[in-house]
């Protein structure tokens, strides 16, 4: 690790949601910043450190079941380092309505929190895909680099809404996690072009994001859960003897 990247993570241990959450649970907060060992020198490792921090927050965070990140790059979103498929469908249904926790995380430059109402009564269509998956609640929080606005961290989360201690908790932790994805996204665009690398990321999960989203559309469509609509997909394209990626770009034209 870079002098500089080294002296950036120290000075993040000093912010007040770093000490607050490491006060609560000193164990949460370290699983969710160590994930960044070193500097971020080329795509394998960005995307690295982008899947490591999603999966991060899925070990540590209560509640969440799914996790992933949304980048942008010339104002268009997709979805890098998702947990599971679930997060490609439930992403992709807020690009396809150019609104949601994720678009309004970017725009607004904030840290959101939504219930299942909440959706339902903003994005009718996501709330379905939502309760097909148990989505119960939604955190999305902006990443930022040198101020501007980079993507966002997309959190989908399963039971009973949290109680304001718990909130707080959960920001400050999340906070942690994005201080450090950020730290991450900086260290990458240290003279390169952080917009080419997030695109040619985006260019090799063509095939995952294609997949993930027909599972989606399955999972609506036909009322399945993850598993199964997972199983439909790979015996379609079993019988067909086609790729798996094939059939599902036919289900998404097709929708």
């Known amino acids: 690790m870079d002098d500089e990247l ?62 992933g990140i949304t980048a942008t790059v010339d104002g268009h979103p997709f979805t890098v380092s998702p947990t599971d498929a679930v997060v490609f469908a439930l992403d992709a249904q807020q690009y396809d309505l150019d609104d949601g926790p994720c678009l309004r995380a970017v725009r607004t430059h904030s840290s959101l929190h939504f219930s299942h109402d909440e959706v339902a009564r903003l994005w009718p269509p996501l709330a379905a895909l939502a309760a097909r998956a148990g989505v119960d609640r939604v955190h999305a929080c902006a990443l930022t680099v040198d101020g501007a606005a980079a993507g966002s961290v997309n959190l989908y989360a399963a039971g009973s809404p949290l109680s304001s201690a718990q909130l707080q908790a959960e920001d400050d932790l999340v906070c942690v996690l994005v201080d450090h994805l950020d730290s991450a ?67 998404t034209e097709d929708s």
């Open 6 to 67: 080294a002296r950036r993570l120290l000075a993040l241990r000093d912010l007040p949601h770093f000490r607050r959450a490491r006060e609560r649970d000193s164990t949460a907060t370290t699983t969710v910043s160590d994930f960044l060992t070193g500097s971020v020198d080329d795509d394998a490792a960005l995307l690295v450190v982008l899947e490591q921090g999603a999966a991060a927050a899925v070990r540590t965070l209560d509640g969440v079941t799914h996790a």
């Open 185 to 251: 996204l900086w260290s990458y665009g240290r003279g390169r072009d952080l917009d080419a690398g997030v695109r040619r990321i985006g260019a090799a999960m063509a095939d995952r994001r294609v997949v993930g989203i027909a599972v989606g559309i399955l999972m609506v469509r036909d009322d399945l859960d993850m598993g199964e609509a997972r199983d439909v997909l790979e015996n379609a394209a079993a019988a067909a003897e086609l790729p798996l990626v094939d059939v599902a770009r036919r289900i």
